[in-house]
């Protein structure tokens, strides 16, 4: 199993950043995907941004243009930087690992976007 611990959350106004931090107990290198999702009170948990071994990024619609995902893969660390936040970003934000069988998750970090 693979541990995650996310971190970088926290209390921003309208058109603030933040920039989430995920490290990883393994060599990132050979997890396949790794993932930033959300959930917000009474919500399904969405997936915000997902980054592959290879660099490959996929985005929410809701945050294109706002949030980018990457990886320092010499310090099995993954990062959300997220600008120009809006209070309907507000949500705690979990990371995710995925290669075969692995399917490992963060313990989340919360964000709040004041308006």
């Known amino acids: 199993q693979v541990q995650l611990v996310e971190s970088g959350g926290g209390l921003v106004q309208t058109g603030g950043s933040l920039r989430l931090s995920c490290a990883v107990s393994a060599n990132i290198f050979t997890i396949n995907v790794m993932g930033w999702y959300r959930q917000a009170p009474g919500k399904q948990r969405d997936l915000v941004a997902a980054?592959?071994?290879?660099?490959?990024?996929n985005y929410a619609d809701s945050v294109k243009g706002r949030f980018t995902i990457s990886r320092d893969n010499a310090k099995n660390t993954v990062f959300l930087q997220m600008i120009n936040l809006k209070p309907e970003d507000t949500a705690v934000y979990y990371c995710n690992a995925r290669a075969g069988p692995l399917d490992s998750w963060g313990q989340g970090t919360q964000v709040t976007v004041s308006s």
């Open positions: 980054i592959t071994r290879f660099g490959i990024t």
